[in-house]
C-alpha cells in the first residue's frame, strides 16, 4: 500500500502527463510544489523514493542519492550525498537541485534549510 501511494505521489508530481489537478500540491510539512513544472535535476534522500523514481521513468532526472541506494544499479554511478538518517546540506546543494525528495519525520530540519536556497523541496511521510 505504502508503494503504491508513494509511487503514485511521485508519479503525480514528476509525470509529463497533463493531469487534470490542482496547480498546487502540499506536503505535511507545508512546502509547496508547482504542479506544472517539470522538475530536471531531482536529489532523493531515501532508497525507496530513488527505487520508485526509476520505476516511473524519472530515473535520468537523479543527480544526488544517498549512501544507501543500491538499486536499480544505474544509482551506483549517481553523486552521494550523505547517508540515509543524516545527508549532507553542501552535497545536496553541489549538484543544483531544483527538487529534493525526503521523508517528513526525518529530513524536515535539513529541508528547511534547502528551502533557504530557493530550492523545490516536498517531503513523504515515514516509509
Known sequence: MLRVKLSFILLFLLSEIAFSCPPFL???LGNVIDVKHK???IVSLAPAITETLFAI?????VVGV??????PKEVERIFKVGDFSNPNLERVISVKPDLVLGISNLHFR?????KEFGISC???QTL
Open 26 to 28: 502540499y506536503d505535511e
Open 122 to 124: 516536498y517531503t513523504l
Open 66 to 71: 544517498t549512501l544507501f541506494d543500491n538499486y
Open 39 to 41: 522538475f530536471s535535476r
Open 57 to 61: 521513468g524519472a530515473g535520468s532526472r
Open 110 to 114: 535539513l529541508m528547511k534549510r534547502i
